[in-house]
Structure formats: C-alpha cells, structure tokens
T-cell receptor, first 112, second 115 residues
Framework: DQQVKQNSPSLSVQEGRISILNCDYT??????FLWYKKYPAEGPTFLIS?????DKNEDGRFTVFLNKSAKHLSLHIVPSQPGDSAVYFC???????????FGAGTRLTVKP | DSGVTQTPKHLITATGQRVTLRCSPR?????VYWYQQSLDQGLQFLIQ???????AKGNILERFSAQQFPDLHSELNLSSLELGDSALYFC??????????????FGPGTRLTVL
C-alpha cells in the first residue's frame, strides 16, 4: 500500500532556479515528515524534516512546506546547484512510531 | 561517510538459497533498521532492533529474519530466496530507541541479485 507517493519520477531544472519536489500522503495519522537525498552507490542521507505542528521549515537553501489539509508536502531548493542532482525521497511516520514510509523518489537533475 | 557499514556490497546467489547481510551501526547508536529497495520502488521498512531487542516490524516476509548482537551489529537473514527478492538492502542506525524524530543514518547498502 502506497501511503506516501511521489508522482514525479524525475525533474530537471536549470542551475540557479528553484527546484520543487512534491509528495502526497494518504494516512492522516502521519505527523512527522522527512526528506532524504540519495546519490548513486550511497545510502540516503537526511536532509530536512517537519513536524505536523508546523507548516514550514527552512534550512539554508532547503525549505519544506506542509499542507495538512491537502496531505501534501513539498521541498523547495533555492537556488538549485548541480551538486543537488540526486534522488530525493519523501518519508512519513507517526511520531514515536518507527514504521517510516517512503515514497518512490524523484530524480532531480540540475543542469549547469 | 555516515559511519554505518554494510557487508557485502554485492551478493549474487540462486533461487532457494539463503544469505546473510551484515550491518555495523554508527558508534554509540543503539537502534538498527533494515530497509528493502526494489527496482524503482521507495524504501520499504522491514524491521528495527533496539539494544538487542526487536522494536518494530514492517513489511518483512516470514522467510526473512534479523537479529542484533551484544556488540550492536545486526544481521538480516534471507532464506528460500526468490527472484523478487533481488533488491538493494539498506541498514540505518539512530542513537536512541527510535523516536521518529531521531535522524536515521544509512549505510551504503547491499545489492542482492537472485538468479
């Protein structure tokens, strides 16, 4: 059962522009959301997270927005850099529950 | 380098066989998680161990089992292997008992190919 969905398998943007990666979830019990970045031949690395009590969390060039009513979150990268080219996974869980559900990932390519 | 190590990096075996994947968590981390990533799929949570005990179970098949040893390393055992078990298997670790707000640090993965 796909409780976390990333409907865009790939995204290509120009260096310096904004990258927007989207994620939808179906389980209204999820209250903690994370984004992971994955380079080839490496494991995923934690990027940024947000709790359901917030609707925005910012860390440098990365901002995650959460729309609970729409069960939607997005990751904004501004400005995008070629080194941001990777697969981005969205994940969700119920706080204090370790069954973290991942989306299938979106491959971001940032062109110089 | 996340500090989580996994061996082997690649494993090729035949249907019906049994394999063991090994994971060493970051120094000081008490929780170990196992995930499966099949082709073009997201990561599927399999199981979590905390300080030697099973803490949470996800979509883990009965043919699969895991354990965490006193030195905190963990092994994932896959038996009666089928073609569909071919996947990347990731191990992750976190400091505590696994509050979802703990950051999980992932190893580089073991690529299993079942022929």
């Amino acid at each position: 059962d796909q409780q976390v969905k990333q409907n865009s398998p790939s995204l290509s943007v120009q260096e310096g522009r904004i990258s927007i990666l989207n994620c939808d979830y179906t389980n209204s019990m999820f209250d903690y959301f994370l984004w992971y970045k994955k380079y080839p031949a490496e494991g995923p690395t934690f990027l940024i997270s947000i709790s359901s009590i917030k609707d925005k969390n910012e860390d440098g060039r990365f901002t995650v927005f959460l729309n609970k009513s729409a069960k939607h979150l997005s990751l904004h990268i501004v400005p995008s850099q070629p080194g941001d080219s990777a697969v981005y996974f969205c994940a969700a869980s119920r706080e204090r529950n370790n069954d973290m559900r991942f989306g299938a990932g979106t491959r971001l390519t940032v062109k110089p | 380098d996340s500090g989580v190590t996994q061996t082997p990096k690649h494993l090729i075996t035949a249907t019906g066989q049994r394999v063991t994947l090994r994971c060493s968590p970051r120094s000081g981390d008490l929780s170990v998680y196992w995930y499966q990533q099949s082709l073009d799929q997201g990561l599927q949570f399999l199981i979590q161990y905390y300080n030697g005990e099973e803490r949470a179970k996800g979509n883990i098949l009965e043919r699969f089992s895991a354990q965490q040893f006193p030195d905190l390393h963990s092994e994932l055992n896959l038996s009666s292997l089928e073609l569909g078990d071919s996947a990347l298997y990731f191990c992750a670790s976190s400091p505590h008992s696994g509050l979802s707000t703990d950051t999980q640090y992932f190893g580089p993965g073991t690529r299993l190919t079942v022929l």
